[in-house]
């Protein structure tokens, strides 16, 4: 139960710095019991995407 509510504040952190916005709830409203994992591997893919691209971004400058 504690690293559920750690977990939950570090999320109002983030949005309270606005490193979150409100498509994260919307992210997190697709979560599905069946497939637990599904918001951590959408985060992954995005944080994983964005580091390809500003790679290929910092070549071209």
């Given at each position: 139960?504690?690293?559920?509510m750690?977990?939950n504040n570090l999320?109002?952190?983030?949005f309270?710095t606005?490193?979150?916005?409100?498509?994260?709830?919307?992210?997190?409203?697709?979560q599905?019991?069946?497939?637990?994992?599904?918001?951590?591997e959408?985060?992954?893919l995005?944080?994983?995407?964005?580091?390809r691209?500003?790679?290929?971004?910092?070549?071209?400058?």
């Open positions: 139960m504690a690293a559920a750690q977990l999320v109002s952190n983030m309270a606005g490193l979150l916005d409100d498509q994260f709830q919307q992210l997190q409203m697709l599905d019991p069946s497939a637990p994992d599904f918001v951590a959408v985060v992954t995005f944080c994983e995407d964005g580091e691209i500003i790679g290929e971004l910092a070549k071209l400058l």
